[in-house]
């Protein structure tokens, strides 16, 4: 059973950066695709980044420019590496995972952005 834990949130002021860490577990292939989705208080879970396998990476207009994300697939990790941060970035993150189908998430971290 895939398994996906995340790592890395926390509060941050207006302008710090964070690191958020996805590791993932029990899958014998490489994920078709890896990413960050989040989802704020009263809103849909909105797509944040995602990381291909063997592809380009894509992000939302909201956070290009200022996240970055990354895969390592001899780990079978996936990274989010926040900067620039706004209070408008406040949410809960998921690490999502896809594979022959299905899609699996981790249990969220909560990003809190300070003005």
């Known amino acids: 059973q895939v398994q996906l834990v995340e790592s890395g949130g926390g509060l941050v002021q207006a302008g710090g950066s964070l690191r958020l860490s996805c590791a993932a577990s029990?899958?014998?292939?490489?994920?078709?695709?890896l990413g960050w989705y989040r989802q704020a208080p009263g809103k849909q879970r909105e797509l944040v980044a995602t990381a291909p396998y063997g592809g380009t990476t894509h992000y939302a207009d909201s956070v290009k420019g200022r996240f970055t994300i990354s895969r390592d697939d001899t780990r079978d990790t996936v990274t989010l590496q926040m900067t620039s941060l706004k209070p408008e970035d406040t949410a809960v993150y998921y690490c999502n995972a896809y594979l022959r189908r299905n899609n699996y998430w981790g249990q969220g971290t909560q990003v809190t952005v300070s003005s």
């Open positions: 029990g899958n014998m292939f490489a994920f078709e695709s």
